[in-house]
């Protein structure tokens, strides 16, 4: 037999070379940003509420700047409303490996009106636009409430401490 020829037939000198595989490792590590708190409770004569998105898994694995938007809404089910009974506000927000949370004060407006004793309003955390795609970002929880307490009260009293009243009258 020739060295060179194919034992399937195929014309000689031609070898058959295996099909280049080209293997892509994907990080499965995520990195979780989201409120440290479900709820945040603020009274209405506070100037303002601090509230925290952190970093809360993966903070060994961040390897550029993570951007999210915090945003406050009003969803059919809140009781607060925006401009009268907070300020609304968007922001962005950075982290890094030294930057793991950041702090963010939303205004309290402090009204004379006698409301609910409670009102809501929410908080989401979404991706920036300017993230990179690259980063490997799971936001939860990506919502928590704010509970405004009233501070407006109604005081009813009596004049005089007794009071006599004839069956007549």
Do not use: C, K, W
Not at 2 to 30: K, R, W
């Amino acid at each position: 037999p020739d060295p060179f020829s194919h034992p399937d037939g195929l014309p000689p000198y031609f070898f058959l070379v295996p099909d280049l595989t080209v293997v892509e490792i994907t990080d499965s590590h995520f990195v979780i940003i989201g409120f440290d708190e479900a709820e945040y409770t603020v009274m209405e004569s506070a100037a303002f509420v601090t509230v925290t998105a952190a970093v809360l898994d993966g903070d060994n694995i961040i390897q550029r700047q993570i951007r999210v938007m915090l945003s406050t809404a009003v969803l059919p089910t809140d009781t607060a409303t925006a401009t009268t009974d907070f300020t609304p506000l968007t922001t962005e927000l950075v982290l890094d490996q030294n930057n793991l949370t950041a702090l963010v004060n939303i205004g309290i407006i402090n009204d004379v009106f006698l409301e609910d004793p409670s009102e809501t309003f929410t908080l989401n955390l979404v991706r920036s636009p300017l993230d990179s795609p690259d980063n490997m970002v799971v936001l939860s929880p990506d919502t928590a409430t704010v509970i405004i307490q009233d501070n407006d009260l109604v005081t009813v009293q009596f004049t005089q401490p007794e009071y006599t009243v004839g069956e007549a009258d």
